[in-house]
């Protein structure tokens, strides 16, 4: 072979080998550095996750709301309706305990005797005994002892709470043109057979005694006003009853 030939053959394929290695070199240094540089962003930012799977999940706090579905929203409204109900019976059972009287059908409506006045019990044990203060006279009997009207009139007061009193009726008399008054303290509760406004007669029945209010045990405490001055009961009774 000549040997210019061989060569420049051989400087040929040495120059093809470099053409092709040099790109090849290149290609895999610029891969290099740019994994070097992505190495170096990453650990001049380093940033930190969490699995989700690693949270431990927050308690839901529930005790500031509840459920309002239709069928508890009804629920709660018949609740409020039944408890409105029974607060509206309770009254009407209050107020009808504090209008009709309780008193046995064995006790006569009206009391024995004649005349414009009457004593407002057929029968009592003793007197009370007088303190200081004590405007009216106590008559001591038994709890549900009748208590009559001592004259026709008309009642003024009908309470199951009066101030000292507890149960008590009051009733304005004109006795032969003097205006009267007689107070009847201390009944039974839900005895009292009379309303304010009510006309009674002499004798009529107005409840039974019993103990309500600043009482120690069972009387009557009467009291008579005569043209506004306090009277002795027992003392105006004896002069005026029949």
């Known amino acids: 072979m000549n040997p210019v030939r061989s ?10 080998v470099a053409t092709v290695a040099i790109p090849a070199f290149a290609a895999v240094r610029s891969t290099s550095a740019d994994a070097m ?6 650990a001049n930012n380093a940033q930190s996750i969490v699995v989700a799977s690693e949270v431990a999940p927050a308690a839901l706090d529930r005790s500031g709301f509840t459920a309002t579905t239709p069928e508890e929203i009804q629920k709660k409204k018949d609740e409020e ?45 003793n007197f009370g005994t007088p303190y200081a203060g004590h405007r009216g006279t106590d008559y001591m009997a038994d709890r549900g002892t009748p208590i009559y009207s001592v004259a026709d009139g008309t009642v003024v007061a009908s309470s199951e709470s009066g101030p000292g009193w507890g149960v008590y009726v009051k009733v304005a008399h004109n006795i032969n043109g003097t205006n009267v008054t007689s107070l009847y303290a201390h009944m039974d509760w839900g005895t009292r057979a009379v309303q304010v406004g009510d006309t009674v007669s002499a004798g009529q029945l107005l409840g039974q005694v019993g103990d309500t209010g600043r009482a120690f045990g069972t009387h009557l405490h009467l009291e008579i006003v005569v043209d506004g001055a306090y009277m002795n009961a027992e003392s105006w009774l004896v002069a005026n009853a029949g």
């Open 37 to 42: 540089t992505l190495q170096q962003v990453a």
């Open 7 to 16: 060569t420049f053959t051989v400087a040929a394929v040495v120059g093809l």
């Open 81 to 125: 309706a039944a408890a409105k109900a029974a607060a509206e019976a309770l009254a009407n059972r209050i107020s009808a305990s504090s209008s009709t009287a309780s008193y046995s059908q064995s006790i006569p409506l009206v009391a024995p005797g004649s005349g414009l006045v009457r004593r407002p019990l057929m029968s009592f044990n």
